[in-house]
């Protein structure tokens, strides 16, 4: 039983993994690293790793995709944001 467990759990981190890669937009690449994240966690759980999977539920499912996903809002520029940067051209103003 646990040896179908861990198949089902490596095809779904494979699945997502490749997600990640194939996606072009960073927020869902964000949003599907974190279901990565979870996979590996579960995949852990069922190999007797408990101490990894909280780990990897930590840091490889919040704080990761958190941080590209705030990163992501912080590059992006809203236009008439104010800060001297034209948009369109790229250059000072």
Do not use: C, W
């Amino acid at each position: 039983m646990t040896d179908v467990l861990i198949a089902v759990a490596l095809l779904l981190a494979a699945g997502a993994a490749t997600a990640a890669v194939l996606n072009r937009d960073p927020v869902r690449q964000a949003l599907v690293l974190s279901f990565l994240g979870l996979t590996l966690a579960l995949l852990f759980t069922f190999l007797q790793a408990p101490d990894v999977a909280l780990s990897q539920l930590a840091v490889g499912s919040a704080v990761t995709p958190l941080m590209i996903l705030l990163t992501v809002r912080k590059v992006r520029r809203r236009p008439g944001s104010g800060d001297g940067v034209d948009e369109t051209a790229g250059r000072e103003r």
